[in-house]
């Protein structure tokens, strides 16, 4: 099964400055990505998804991501961060391998926590 | 518009005790899906339904059991709680599988086995 690595377990930038939170998965066949929010006390959110139709993925709140083949990465980067973005980031990846083929077969990362400074 | 709804939002169990951890969905998705998160560790799949009428064993399915009771409800029970089941418990669902549509999380059930 493949594997999702998000370097960096917490991130704090200062509002209005770039974000950059990584993702690095594993497979040599370019898998279905996707990017989650989840702020306190709540549920996942989808940000955005890769399914190949771009390279460069744009999702809600101003965020996007850039599948990357030869680096096997799918960063997710904001240009300007807002207190309202800390939350915590997830990266998953799709696999039909995982339990059941094409169902229930998200991996998700261990996530990225980002804290914004005013 | 509710989405995924989980009862209850907290819970504290002492070790042997069981309960059943309840999800409704209202969006007439076909697959349903039971993930506990544990800090540092992401979230892990336990249980999934592809279907009303099926269910299958993700990653870490041993202490639980579910149940498809209709399309719209997919209830999670402990059988016999333990502290390692000390987790946040999300129950998710999509319209026809992960691989091709995003998952709708409903907001956590903090349980605690003491």
């Known amino acids: 099964a493949q594997s999702v690595t998000q370097l960096g377990s917490h991130v704090s930038v200062s509002e209005g400055a770039l974000v950059l939170l990584r993702c690095n998965y594993s497979s040599s066949v370019p898998p279905y990505l996707f990017w989650y929010v989840q702020y306190p006390n709540q549920g996942l959110q989808l940000l955005l998804k890769?399914?190949?139709?771009?390279?460069l993925v744009k999702g809600i709140n101003g965020f996007e991501a850039e599948f990357k083949k030869s680096e096997t990465s799918f960063h997710l980067t904001k240009p300007s961060a807002h207190m309202s973005d800390a939350a915590e980031y997830f990266c998953a990846v799709s696999d039909p391998s995982y339990y059941g083929g094409s169902q229930g077969n998200l991996i998700f990362g261990k996530g990225t926590k980002l804290s914004v400074k005013p | 518009n509710a989405g995924v709804t989980q009862t209850p939002k907290f819970q504290v169990l002492k070790t042997g005790q069981s309960m059943t951890l309840q999800c409704a969905q209202d969006m007439n998705h076909n697959s349903m899906y039971w993930y506990r998160q544990d800090p540092g560790m992401g979230l892990r799949l336990i249980y999934y339904s592809a279907s009303e009428g099926t269910t299958d064993k993700g990653e870490v399915p041993n202490g639980y059991n579910v149940s498809r009771l209709n399309k719209r409800e997919f209830s999670l029970r402990l059988e016999s709680a333990a502290p390692s089941q000390t987790s946040v418990y999300f129950c998710a669902s999509s319209a026809i599988g992960s691989y091709n549509s995003p998952l709708h999380f409903g907001n956590g059930t903090r349980l605690t086995v003491t």
């Open positions: 890769y399914t190949s139709a771009a390279t």
